[in-house]
Structures are given as structure tokens and as C-alpha cells.
């Protein structure tokens, strides 16, 4: 079994979300222990909330919830890779992933 | 023009690094401004390394170098999404990525 390296940063995981079908990277989030342990009982992902300091369910307001197909994690255990079915948009902005401008410019990627 | 948000992580970007080919996840690393430059520059991976408190030339030692293809940024411009070229493994165990156990049993994926 695996323990997490979670004094890395203070209590919290990165959490990349990954498309299961797509392999489109989705989102980046943290989980703390609480997010992480409901996350495998429910088999969808929830996250903690760095700015408004609560647990998260991704989907709860939006209907978007991501049903999680697999987990891996990272060769110093401080990162997990999460691929997900998605019900819909990642983006609070409606957009597939949040990944959706190119860096510096700005424009849309197609 | 994306102003990337500095401040959120003590001068660090939280970067996903993806094979632009194959999709697959190789490995998640932190640039601080200056690594950020260096790869803009060169069109390499460059990152700064948390543990040594150094600027690190992803490849410089095992060749391994990531040629950069295209650098996403997410909707709250803390998060970089950068798709890569990699002349060999990401993982400095020699897997592909560092992504290479099933959490939480630690079985490799195949």
C-alpha cells in the first residue's frame, strides 16, 4: 500500500483530472485526507476548496460530476493522476477543461 | 496577454507535463518566473526543484530533455499545461511517467 507524502504541502495532494476516454487533461485541484477518503468511497471526485476552505464535490452544483475510472500516484507520492468520465464541462467557464488558452497569448485553443 | 497568478503558490506555477503524441501524463513539477523564461526560451522543460532550491534542466543529466510543443494556462492562471516531445523516460526510475502505480494498492499500471 501506498502512504501519501501529505506534509509536503501542508495537508494537500495535487490532483490532475485526466479525460478516461479523451486523455484530455481536464483540471488541477488538491485533496486533503477527508477529500481523498470520500473520493474512493463514492467513486466521484471531491477536492478541498484552497480559497474558500471547504470540502468540494465537483458536479454537486452544476450537475458536472466526474466518475472516477482510475487513481495513480506519482514516484514520490505527493501527486495523484485521477481519470474521470465527466458529465459535462470541467470549466466553471462551460468549457471542456480549464485548459482552454494558449499561454502567453491568451487565445482559445480549438 | 495571460498574467499568471505568482502570488497563489509563494512564486510557484504548479505545471502538468503531457506527452503531446501519446496524451499520456508524464509528470507534474513546479516553475517559479525564471524556469518559466528558460523554457519559453530554449523550448525545453525547465523547473524549479522544491527539495533542492535549485533551477533544473529537465534531461540535463539523463538527456532525457521535453521538447515543448504547446503551454496551456487555466481559468485562474495558476496552473500550466505544457505538452512536450520526450527523448526518453520523464521518470527517474525509467518509467515513461511518474505516474506508474495504481493508488492505493501501488501495483504498477502496465
Sequence with gaps: MITLD???ANGLITT???DATTKQVLMVAYMNQESLAKTMATGETWFWSRSRK???HKGATSGNIQTVKTIA???DADTLLVTVDP???ACHTGH???FYRHYPEGKDLT
Tied chains: 1, 2.
Aim: charged content about 15%.
Design 54 to 56: 471547504t470540502l468540494w
Design 6 to 8: 501529505w506534509e509536503k
Design 96 to 98: 471542456i477543461s480549464c
Design 73 to 75: 500516484v506519482d514516484c
Design 16 to 18: 490532475v483530472v485526466q
Design 87 to 89: 458529465a459535462g464541462p
